[in-house]
């Protein structure tokens, strides 16, 4: 199958750095995004990765190893707002998305 | 510019009703999504259409499921009859064309609860 595998919660300080991992299969692939969902909120886009690498967006970076199977989104400086629920979410033959069970990221004082 | 739009926000049938959802994406936006969330899941691809072209839709429970995308832009996803576990956020999204190049952009969602 296209199983994506992320961790489903984790726990940060406000201003320190947290790495959430997301493996996936690497057949058939077309790119893998992140996305943001606040509770009771619409997902949001965050990053796209489809080369292996680091792409850097203000706080927030993701990294990409096409051959592992291995992505990982990096907050920086976290703030009580980025609590919300993390998506990895893999692009697969033909384009289709694929969706994670998100990554539950609680930031306390 | 206007977001994906999507009505109703709510809705609450009893089982073996019918319910239809309504989404209107993004202005050029060639590619809608249709997607089922389930309370501490991520989302479900349902289906996705490509204009008025079916890509994928090996998820939709076709007994009781249909959509379909009529000229194009706007969309409707029925649900015929419904049961308990289709209670759910279902989410329309729409991208400039397929994932692969370009992100999905979401609408607020429909909150169905099926008693």
């Known amino acids: 199958g296209q199983n994506i595998d992320q961790p489903t919660e984790m726990t940060a300080t406000e201003g320190a750095i947290v790495q959430i991992n997301c493996t996936y299969q690497?057949?058939?692939?077309?790119?893998l995004f992140w996305y943001q969902q606040h509770a009771g909120e619409a997902p949001t886009f965050l990053s796209y990765n489809v080369l292996d690498g680091l792409e850097e967006k203000g706080r927030f970076s993701s990294f990409l190893s096409r051959s592992k199977g291995y992505s990982y989104l990096l907050l920086k400086e976290l703030q009580m707002k980025d609590s919300a629920s993390y998506l990895c979410a893999r692009a697969g033959g033909s384009y289709i998305p694929t969706f994670g069970r998100g990554t539950s990221l609680i930031v306390h004082p | 510019e206007a977001g994906v739009a999507q009505s109703p926000r709510y809705k609450i049938i009893e089982k073996r009703q019918s319910v239809a959802f309504w989404c209107n994406p993004i202005s050029g936006h060639a590619t809608l999504y249709w997607y089922q969330q389930i309370l501490g899941q991520g989302p479900k691809l349902l289906i996705q259409f490509q204009n008025n072209g079916v890509v994928d839709d090996s998820q939709l429970p076709k007994d009781r499921f249909s959509a379909e995308r009529l000229k194009g832009v706007d969309s409707t996803l029925k649900i015929q009859p419904a049961k308990l576990e289709d209670s759910a956020v279902y989410l329309c999204?729409?991208?400039?064309?397929?994932?692969?190049?370009?992100?999905?952009?979401f609408g607020p969602g429909t909150r169905l609860t099926v008693t």
């Open positions: 999204a729409s991208s400039l064309d397929r994932m692969g190049l370009y992100e999905q952009y």
């Open positions: 690497t057949s058939g692939f077309n790119g």
